[in-house]
């Protein structure tokens, strides 16, 4: 099996690595403490940033062709630089998992994110994007051959489920409105065609280089964004002159930051640090998520929001902390449920 791509649920990277030729051990920088922590504050603060990034950037841009545009241009300039890194030329068949884990990611999962953000506050999509690590479980269960779960990830995910629930349950529950229930129910299939691909990634023949295959999916998920966006009607209904700085800005954010900066220090850390330490981003982009909202978008931390998410990351952790059935089987990583 071929080397996997940065948000799979998986450990080491060199872990059953075949295919392409990977880089030479001089292409990854020297591990400092000030490199671990410069890395660790990206994934912990800049994944927690973008949910707020797409917020303001879907006041001028269509969700869809917000997305879009964001992952061709990101995989535009990450496909040479990943290229020249790895030494290896993708084959056919990468291309076409690519094609597959970057359809069900990008266009099914962070195109969810996007167009809930619509009616769902920015703190709140970044709760149930992290019901990603609970949707893992299932989908890794119900595969065929895969493996059921233990006592303790079943407890996990029926917490993390009764916080989904309790979030979007009937108006005035609990201390607050409930969650747009369409928005909700979108960002929650979402959430499932990212775990769906996350796992699917595992068994399918990507390049060895993370970040080569981030690339291709980028390219071959914004693609499919883009058409999406032509197809909805997004494209011909754009009006450029209602973008504002705001938004065009936080595009910018979203390639800049988000995609390269973001991803080329999580490539970093799964070489460098314990995989159970670099899932802890998990649990910490909806507390980052929440907190930005609240503070720069004015949205409502309620007491149902707020308990809905104790319970959920409660969950998350349960379900990530879990031991494995497996002596032999690498430690997991959760997939990005915005990436």
């Not at 879990?322 to 430690?331: G, I, Q």
Request: proline share 8%; aromatic share 10%; with cysteine.
């Amino acid at each position: 099996m071929n080397r996997r791509m940065p948000s799979v649920a998986e450990a080491a990277p060199e872990a059953n690595a075949t295919g392409t030729t990977p880089a030479g051990p001089c292409s990854r920088p020297a591990v400092t403490t000030a490199r671990l922590v410069a890395a660790f504050a990206a994934i912990y603060l800049i994944w927690g940033s973008t949910y707020l990034a797409i917020r303001f950037g879907i006041e001028g841009f269509p969700p869809l062709l917000l997305a879009g545009a964001r992952h061709v241009i990101a995989g535009i300039v990450l496909f040479p630089v990943a290229r020249y890194r790895s030494g290896g030329r993708p084959t056919a068949r990468n291309w076409r998992a690519a094609a597959l884990v970057g359809i069900l990611l990008l266009l099914f999962g962070n195109g969810a994110v996007c167009w809930s953000e619509q009616t769902v506050p920015s703190g709140v999509a970044a709760i149930l994007a992290a019901t990603v690590s609970l949707w893992m479980v299932i989908v890794e269960w119900l595969r065929p051959g895969g493996a059921r779960p233990s006592g303790r990830v079943f407890a996990g995910l029926a917490l993390g489920f009764s916080g989904l629930i309790f979030l979007v349950g009937p108006s005035h529950f609990g201390g607050g409105e409930r969650v747009n229930p369409m928005g909700a129910t979108v960002l929650a299939l979402g959430a499932l065609a990212w775990a769906t691909g996350s796992v699917f990634s595992k068994h399918i023949e990507l390049p060895r280089s993370p970040l080569l295959g981030t690339a291709m999916q980028s390219l071959v998920g914004g693609a499919a964004l883009l058409i999406a966006a032509f197809l909805s009607g997004e494209i011909s209904a754009f009006d450029a002159h209602r973008v504002s700085l705001r938004s065009a800005l936080a595009l910018l954010y979203l390639i800049v930051f988000g995609s390269w900066i973001g991803f080329t220090a999580y490539t970093y850390l799964l070489g460098v640090a314990p995989p159970g330490r670099v899932g802890t981003y998990a649990y910490v982009n909806p507390v980052v998520a929440m907190f930005l909202g609240w503070a720069f978008a004015g949205e409502p931390v309620t007491l149902r929001t707020f308990s809905a998410a104790a319970v959920i990351l409660t969950a998350v952790v349960l379900v990530i902390t879990a031991p494995h059935r497996t002596p032999n089987e690498p430690e997991p990583i959760p997939a990005p449920g915005e990436a």
